[in-house]
């Protein structure tokens, strides 16, 4: 019995036919991301939104317009999970931690 999901616990997305970093792909996921945050389900988003960010970071750069959509989709999803909707509290919060310096992954902040 399937429950809709594939490798990493990620829902099907179209993945395995264009493949997981194929810009569709990103597309898929930054929708399904955007309908999970209209539902309340923004921290179910967040590592969608955070992927097909990066897809499209890889895939297209920085400077293309999908990849800037994606990312302001992404800072808004994060600043509803972290600042209660707040971007410039967010972007406080994202100086603080460069200055701070890279942590090891899992630990807290």
Same mark, same amino acid.
């Not at 970071?57 to 992404?74: A, C, D, I, K």
């Given at each position: 019995?399937?429950?809709g999901k594939t490798n990493g616990g990620f829902p099907k997305t179209g993945q395995g036919q264009l493949g997981a970093t ?43 317009? /999908? ?20 971007? /410039? ?21």
């Open positions: 019995m399937s429950n194929h810009s569709e792909t990103a597309t898929s996921l930054n929708s399904l991301a955007l309908l999970y945050k209209a539902q309340g389900r923004s921290s179910e988003a967040e590592p969608l939104s955070q992927r097909a960010a990066r897809i499209f970071h890889t895939s297209l750069g920085v400077e293309h317009p /999908q990849t800037r959509q994606v990312m302001e989709n992404y800072i808004s999803l994060l600043a509803d999970l972290r600042t209660n909707g707040d971007v /410039q509290a967010l972007l406080h919060l994202l100086a603080q931690h460069e200055q701070d310096g890279p942590q090891e992954e899992g630990s807290s902040s």
